[in-house]
C-alpha cells in the first residue's frame, strides 16, 4: 500500500517513458500507450480424486510500449541498429541487453476532504528485456494525414527484493527469495519528486 492515503479512482494517459541501462537514463520519446499482462500460469495436483493443492507459477510480466517514433538511440543500444557508412541499418540482433524501463501516468484521487483532483503516479519496470524490434507499417491517404505507432514488445523479469539493509537478498519467513517486478510512487510518498532520476533499489521496510 503507498505511504499515501488519497483513494485512487482512476488511472490513464501514458507520458515520460524512459530507460535506464545501468545509471544511465535516456528518454523514449513521446509515447501512446503502455500494456503490461503477468505471465503466470496455475496446476492442480490431484491425489484421491480430488484437488490437493493448486501451484501458481509466475514469471512476471510481459509489456508493449507503444510510441509515436522508433528510438533510434535505444535501438542501438539494443543492438538491433548500428551507424554504418552507409547510414543506420538494421542489424540481425546478437546480444540480448537488460535494463529497466519507466513511465508515468495520470491518476485521479480523491482526498480525505472528498476534494477530487489529477496527480502522476510514477513506475519503474524491473529487468526488462526488449524481446522484439518495433513494427513498423506507413500508409498513404488523399485526405488527412495518416499517423502511424511503433510498438516495442518486451518482458519484466524483475530484480531480487533487497533485505532493509541493501546489503543482500531479502529471504521471507518460509525460505523464499522474493522478485519484485515494478515499483510505483504517487505524489505523498517519501522520494516522490526524484523518483524518475536513479533506478530505485525495491528493500523490505
Request: aromatic share 8%; with cysteine.
Amino acid at each position: 500500500m503507498s505511504e499515501n492515503k488519497n483513494v485512487n479512482l482512476v488511472r490513464f494517459n501514458i507520458q515520460n517513458a524512459k530507460y535506464a541501462l545501468g545509471t544511465k537514463i535516456a528518454s523514449f520519446g513521446t509515447a501512446t500507450k503502455m500494456s503490461l499482462e503477468t505471465d503466470t500460469s496455475t496446476k492442480q495436483i490431484y491425489g484421491d480424486g480430488k484437488i490437493i493443492c493448486t501451484l501458481i507459477n509466475e514469471r512476471g510480466k510481459t509489456g508493449v510500449l507503444t510510441l509515436n517514433n522508433i528510438c533510434d538511440v535505444y535501438e542501438i543500444a539494443m543492438g538491433r541498429k548500428m551507424n554504418t557508412s552507409a547510414g543506420l541499418a538494421d542489424i540481425k540482433q546478437t546480444k540480448v541487453v537488460e535494463h529497466n524501463i519507466y513511465f508515468e501516468v495520470c491518476n485521479i484521487t480523491k482526498t480525505d476532504e472528498d476534494i477530487i483532483k489529477t496527480t502522476v503516479a510514477k513506475t519503474w519496470l524491473f529487468g526488462c528485456v526488449s524481446t522484439a524490434r518495433p513494427s513498423e507499417a506507413y500508409d498513404q491517404t488523399t485526405t488527412d494525414i495518416n499517423e502511424s505507432s511503433f510498438e516495442l514488445p518486451f518482458t519484466v523479469n524483475g530484480t531480487n527484493l533487497k533485505n532493509a539493509e541493501g546489503t543482500g537478498n531479502y529471504i521471507d519467513e518460509d525460505g523464499n527469495e522474493l522478485i519484485a517486478l515494478q515499483v510505483t510512487k504517487v505524489p505523498g510518498d517519501d522520494g516522490y519528486e526524484d523518483f524518475e532520476k536513479t533506478v530505485p533499489i525495491p528493500k523490505v521496510i
